[in-house]
Structures are given as structure tokens and as C-alpha cells.
Nanobody
Framework: QVQLVESGGGLVQAGGSLRLSCAASGSIFSIMGWYRQTPGEQRELVATITRGGSTNYADSVKGRFTISRDNAKNTLYLQMDSLKPEDTAVYYC???????????WGQGTQVTVSS
């Protein structure tokens, strides 16, 4: 059974930093990623990382956010620097099992950036 536990969200002032973590269990994952969603909007990609370390970022976060993973710990991270009010959203961890099948999602963690 796949389980994802996110942590690290909170309230921060513009220009500040936060680090999100997603502890995964129950499988080995090929692609892991962070996504975010605001009320009334569709969930959007923030960043993804393959098991080999190849990364992909949304243009809006390039140069400010860094995604990483620890395969030994099955944990995903997102270092968010130079945060802006428009980064305010619920952030979700999403993963794809190495053997295929459906994607799994965490419960979400709120990030609020005040101006």
C-alpha cells in the first residue's frame, strides 16, 4: 500500500524560504514530483524528478525552487527560496510507481506567502 506523508508547509513572508518533504512508502517510484493548486484552479506542475535525478521545473519557479530526492529514504524534497505571494497554494506530492500503474497523491500541505 502506497503512502505519502507531506510536511514542511506554513506561513512565510515574501522573500523567505520553506522546505517541503514527502516521505513515501509501499513501492519504488520512477518519477516523483510536486504540484500545487489554488481554489478554483486546476492542479499545476511545480517540479518533477526521475529516479536518476533528471529534473523539470515550471517556468514560474525556475531559479527559485529546487527539487531533490533521497532514493535510499524514498523521500522527496522541495526547497523553495525567494517565495512570492503568488506561490501561495496547497502543495501536493505525486509519484509514479516504477512498475507502472496509477499515480498516487499526498494529502497536501498549505504554503502561504504574505506580502
Amino acid at each position: 500500500q502506497v503512502q505519502l506523508v507531506e510536511s514542511g508547509g506554513g506561513l512565510v513572508q515574501a522573500g523567505g524560504s520553506l522546505r517541503l518533504s514527502c516521505a513515501a512508502s509501499g513501492s519504488i517510484f520512477s518519477i516523483m514530483g510536486w504540484y500545487r493548486q489554488t481554489p478554483g484552479e486546476q492542479r499545476e506542475l511545480v517540479a518533477t524528478i526521475t529516479r536518476g535525478g533528471s529534473t523539470n521545473y515550471a517556468d514560474s519557479v525556475k531559479g527559485r525552487f529546487t527539487i531533490s530526492r533521497d532514493n535510499a529514504k524514498n523521500t522527496l524534497y522541495l526547497q523553495m527560496d525567494s517565495l512570492k505571494p503568488e506561490d501561495t497554494a496547497v502543495y501536493y506530492c505525486g509519484v509514479k510507481p516504477l512498475g507502472g500503474g496509477r499515480d498516487y497523491w499526498g494529502q497536501g500541505t498549505q504554503v502561504t506567502v504574505s506580502s
